[in-house]
């Protein structure tokens, strides 16, 4: 499986900036795509996850509710990750990655494959 992110950029605290991930196979039931991120000297971050099932259910790190909506496109191959309200900390690499499962979603070790990772900086 190979994994396409883009959308990063620069953006204004306060802005928005909607990420994309494009998967080369099918998204199916029993697996879950998530969203990372990472700052230099920092271990990378969940921020947010959708488990493909009937359901889709969605799950987000604290600092991502309210602010972040996953979601995925399914005739696309590609799941989004719209960012609001956003803010210098939330300043970083962001990665998507793939995986078989409907469980744990935010442990980045149980992630098999990962896309290449996009820039997302925000000034304040």
């Known amino acids: 499986v190979q994994l396409q992110a883009y959308g990063g950029g620069s953006v204004q605290a306060g802005g928005s900036l909607r990420l994309a991930c494009a998967s080369s196979?099918?998204?199916?039931?029993?697996?879950?795509m998530g969203w990372f991120r990472q700052t230099p000297g920092k271990e990378r971050e969940f921020v947010a996850a959708?488990?493909?099932?009937?359901?889709?259910?969605?799950a987000y790190a604290d600092s991502a509710k309210g602010r972040f909506t996953i979601s995925k496109d399914s005739s696309k191959n590609t799941v989004y990750l719209q960012m609001n309200s956003l803010k210098s900390d939330d300043s970083a690499v962001y990665y998507c990655a793939e995986r078989r499962g409907s469980r744990h979603p935010y442990y980045t070790d149980h992630y098999l494959f990962w896309g290449q990772g996009t820039l997302v900086t925000v000034s304040s």
């Open positions: 196979k099918v998204i199916s039931s029993n697996h879950i």
């Open positions: 959708i488990i493909l099932s009937s359901d889709d259910n969605t």
